[in-house]
Nanobody, 121 residues
Framework: QVQLVESGGGLVQPGGSLRLSCAPSGMIFRVDTMGWYRQAPGKQRELVADITRDDTTNYADSVKGRCTISRDNAKRTVYLQMNSLKPEDTAVYYC???????????????WGQGTQVTVSS
């Protein structure tokens, strides 16, 4: 069984920074696309940023210039550095990884359990 473990959320003041990380446990052959999504109360889950295996990145317009997604393929870990945080960034942040468990098995998506980010003074 594969599980994604997220860390790094918390309470931060407006203008502050946080760094989220997400790593899988279990038997894994390869991780393809990795990404971060968020869901605020009463809203749909939305993409924050994602990164392909060759480091091509994609960001939501709302976080461009403030967030940086990166990955460490050896550790199978994805990071989200968030700077200049705003109250509207408050949400539960979810990690998504597309994982192939064996060379012959198809890749599938796995979600983390979510980590709360609260931006408030």
């Amino acid at each position: 069984q594969v599980q994604l473990v997220e860390s790094g959320g918390g309470l931060v003041q407006p203008g502050g920074s946080l760094r989220l990380s997400c790593a899988p446990s279990g038997m894994i052959f390869r991780v393809d696309t990795m990404g971060w999504y968020r869901q605020a109360p009463g809203k749909q889950r939305e993409l924050v940023a994602d990164i392909t295996r060759d480091d091509t990145t994609n960001y939501a317009d709302s976080v461009k210039g403030r967030c940086t997604i990166s990955r460490d393929n050896a550790k199978r870990t994805v990071y989200l550095q968030m700077n200049s945080l705003k109250p509207e960034d408050t949400a539960v942040y979810y990690c998504l990884q597309t994982i192939r468990r064996l060379p012959v098995t198809p890749a599938r998506e796995y979600w983390g359990q979510g980590t709360q980010v609260t931006v408030s003074s």
